[in-house]
């Protein structure tokens, strides 16, 4: 046979083969590698893949960390979403920062949740099969709590900030202290707060009209408030601690 029938013939094995990569996020919410986390979509992962996650990354979808696939969240990173992650046999997941699903499967895969960042899932952690393992220490996880994914650095949030749908605070600058008044139709609606960073320093219902929240324990600096619906900013405010 001819030597490019031969050629022919390597360059399709070479074609099928699955090499790893290593996929690690940007400021912007994506990943480095855009063709394969595009729109924030976890890649194909194969095995050996690394995923570094040192932002926020909101996840769309449900995620499959194959065997041999290794995941890091940083102290600074955040993986979020309403989704399905499945841990199989020979992957590893580790989180120093903040990790936030529904469901968490592990299906004889290895998880570890280390301080200081938070864990929560909405409903269950499952270990599926022997030799799963799910290992917490000096973090704080729980099971059932809301959380809502949002991100005002990626969104342009702070950029736009539109003076109609301002969120009155008093005092601002505050010390220990701040309160608002929010319209009727805003309660039961989540609220966060951001550092400038993006990072989320504090989340929880709106239960009234009227909210105070203690601030008297974080550092000084600009902070952002939101009241979110439907994922969208309903009335937002920038405000300033100092102590």
Not at 118 to 131: C, D, E, H, P, Y
Request: charged share 15%.
């Amino acid at each position: 046979m001819s030597i490019k029938f031969y050629l022919i013939v390597l360059l399709c094995f070479i074609s099928n083969i699955g090499f790893a990569k290593v996929y690690q996020t940007q400021r912007s919410g994506a990943y480095t590698d855009s063709f394969s986390w595009l729109n924030n979509q976890a890649p194909g992962l194969t095995s050996s893949d690394t995923i570094l996650i040192k932002d926020f990354i909101d996840l769309s979808n449900t995620m499959t960390l194959k065997s041999g696939a290794y995941m890091e969240i940083d102290t600074g990173g955040r993986l979020c979403g309403h989704q399905t992650a499945t841990i199989e046999s020979g992957a590893r997941l580790i989180s120093y920062g903040i990790l936030q699903l529904d469901s968490l499967q592990v299906y004889g895969g290895n998880v570890e949740v280390k301080g200081p960042g938070t864990t929560i899932f909405t409903r269950s952690v499952i270990l599926q099969i022997a030799g799963a393992s799910f290992k917490v220490s000096g973090s704080r996880v729980s099971v059932g709590p809301w959380f809502v994914c949002a991100n005002p650095q990626q969104d342009g949030a702070v950029k736009s900030f539109n003076k109609k749908n301002a969120l009155p605070v008093f005092p601002n600058p505050c010390a220990d202290k701040i309160q608002f008044q929010i319209e009727p139709s805003l309660i039961n609606q989540p609220l966060v707060l951001y550092d400038m960073n993006g990072k989320i320093i504090f989340e929880t219902m709106t239960s009234s009209e009227r909210m105070i929240i203690d601030v008297s324990q974080l550092p000084n600096g600009i902070y952002w408030l939101q009241i979110l619906a439907k994922q969208e900013a309903m009335q937002q405010q920038i405000i300033s601690i100092q102590h």
